[in-house]
Nanobody, 121 residues
Framework: QVQLVESGGGSVQAGGSLRLSCEAS????????MGWFRQTPGNKREGVAS??????YVDAPWKGRFTISRDSAKNTMYLQMNSLKPEDTAMYYC????????????????WGQGTQVTVSS
């Protein structure tokens, strides 16, 4: 069954904002570290942000513009993306790993289907 369902991608002009959502099954939400990755054509997926329990991390290139959060009432993780730039254009994937270290090295247990973000100049 589907464990992670993303939504919230779309097209926006530079400087705008988007909020991505990733709804997880209850088991994953409660017991897994979760994170966001992005991928552009011809490139590997790269980590953007992750959350493990009460700890949240945003990778350096996006720190100050992106925020990761979770809502336990909805079993949902979010990625708030502000001040978007054309170079933020990518497919964004939600991911979950039983062990945070596996998320950090890009080897999660589950991937979502991805949601496209397109930022125009």
């Amino acid at each position: 069954q589907v464990q992670l369902v993303e939504s919230g991608g779309g097209s926006v002009q530079a400087g705008g904002s988007l909020r991505l959502s990733c709804e997880a099954s209850a088991d994953i939400y409660m017991n897994y570290a979760m994170g966001w990755f992005r991928q552009t054509p011809g490139n590997k997926r790269e980590g953007v942000a992750s959350v493990d329990g009460a700890s949240a991390y945003v990778d350096a290139p996006w720190k100050g513009r992106f925020t990761i959060s979770r809502d336990s009432a909805k079993n949902t993780m979010y990625l708030q993306m502000n001040s978007l730039k054309p170079e933020d254009t990518a497919m964004y994937y939600c991911a979950a790993a039983k062990i945070w270290a596996n998320l950090a090295i890009g080897r999660p247990d589950y991937w979502g289907q991805g949601t496209q973000v397109t930022v125009s100049s």
